[in-house]
């Protein structure tokens, strides 16, 4: 069952004292982060068992912020039950956490309110997102009055603009990405920030080194209730295929277009489209692991959308302790839920996908 830390250095205590069992069992360790401020540190762990890997699995988690806490979970799970079971010859990084402001204050932007995964995008001058524009007032900070009065703008709201435009056109309106509002949902950002600059770099090191590459990106929230998915890259769909009759795992996505909703500026994109430019016979397989919470109805899209709601009037401008208190319970039901149960599926599905996949892709003891 996966368990949560309670904050997130009380996670890099918990990952570095699993780093050092495995140092103490042989494995040569070799570690390093971007800043020494803490809630702009980016760590990066390597892990090894021979000087002359063939293969390479790599994690990141933590891109957007809160969304760590399940991922450092999965981390622990993966280096106290799987890792030695991994052939030999694979070199491991860990990227803990991509989005440290972020984690630390339970909240999913950075700290300049980019939405980390609709920032690797290839071309900032041209980007827009013209739907936006038809949502954009719902989620425009204000300092809400009460918890109820909260709750009934919002649902009135969103209610008025489900009848008028669709529930269809306000979820690609949202989810898509924007750039046209820099205190709204789902901000792309100008530019790279440097989270991205720096994870940028490190694909580019990764793509040229011509190992077999294993890359998970792990990733909370969105999904069938109690049910982590495997989402593939568009730039995978024949090898979608071949996965989805080779190994057993039922919930992989990614074959048709409209498994999961558009986005633009996701990282498992970049890595791919940083492959193709710098070294594009080397062998790649990035995907994401997708942890469901509260489901796929349109209810739940909602009640998934109402966190976001409070959360970014609560980024923007000082709530009541008691607003505060509200949107930090909504936004860890969304993303790090307590439930024994989901608790409990997510390390089974977490297992069985990444057990599947390494077997599948020659990262297993055979």
């Known amino acids: 069952m996966f368990?949560?830390?309670?904050?997130?250095?009380?996670?890099?205590?918990?990952?570095?004292?699993?780093?050092q069992k495995l140092r103490d069992k042989g494995y040569t360790i070799s570690s390093s982060k971007t800043n020494q401020r803490v809630d702009e540190s980016i760590h990066k762990y390597t892990i090894m068992k021979s000087p002359h890997p063939n293969h390479h699995l790599v994690f990141t988690i933590g891109l957007h912020g809160i969304e760590g806490y399940v991922g450092h979970a999965a981390i622990q799970t993966f280096l106290?039950?799987?890792?030695?079971?991994?052939?030999?010859?694979?070199?491991?990084t860990i990227y803990f956490p991509l989005n440290p402001?972020?984690?630390?204050?339970?909240?999913?932007?950075?700290?300049?309110?980019?939405?980390?995964?609709?920032?690797?995008l290839n071309d900032f001058e041209h980007k827009t997102q013209v739907q936006y524009h038809i949502i954009q007032d719902l989620f425009s900070p204000k300092r809400l009055v009460s918890?109820?009065?909260?709750?009934?703008?919002?649902y009135g709201t969103l209610i008025q603009k489900i009848t008028k435009h669709g529930i269809k056109r306000l979820s690609?309106?949202?989810?898509?990405?924007?750039?046209?509002d820099a205190k709204g949902l789902y901000f792309t950002g100008n530019e790279y920030t440097k989270e991205s600059l720096y994870i940028i770099k490190e694909i580019e090191n990764t793509v040229r080194s011509n190992l077999n590459t294993v890359w998970i990106d792990i990733h909370t929230g969105f999904g069938p209730k109690n049910q982590m998915s495997i989402i593939n890259s568009r730039f995978e769909h024949e090898e979608t295929k071949i996965m989805m009759s080779s190994i057993e795992y039922p919930?992989?996505?990614?074959?048709?277009d409209n498994d999961i909703y558009d986005t633009s500026g996701d990282i498992t994109e970049m890595i791919y489209q940083i492959k193709n430019v710098h070294a594009p016979e080397s062998k790649l397989y990035a995907t994401c692991f997708e942890f469901g919470t509260k489901g796929i109805s349109i209810l739940s899209q909602i009640n998934s959308l109402k966190a976001l709601y409070f959360d970014n009037h609560l980024f923007h401008i000082a709530q009541s302790k008691k607003i505060t208190l509200y949107t930090q319970k909504l936004m860890k039901k969304l993303f790090m839920p307590s439930s024994k149960k989901w608790r409990e599926k997510a390390e089974i599905d977490f297992t069985n996908a990444l057990i599947d996949i390494l077997k599948y892709k020659g990262l297993m003891i055979s």
Not at 172 to 180: E, K, Y
């Open 251 to 256: 919930a992989i996505l990614g074959l048709n």
């Open 80 to 92: 106290q039950t799987i890792v030695q079971q991994i052939n030999p010859a694979t070199k491991i």
């Open 147 to 154: 918890i109820i009065n909260a709750n009934l703008s919002f």
């Open 3 to 19: 368990h949560y830390a309670t904050s997130y250095l009380e996670s890099l205590t918990q990952l570095e004292h699993q780093i």
């Open 101 to 120: 402001f972020g984690m630390i204050r339970f909240h999913r932007t950075n700290q300049l309110n980019i939405d980390l995964n609709r920032n690797y």
């Open 172 to 180: 690609n309106a949202i989810l898509t990405g924007q750039s046209v």
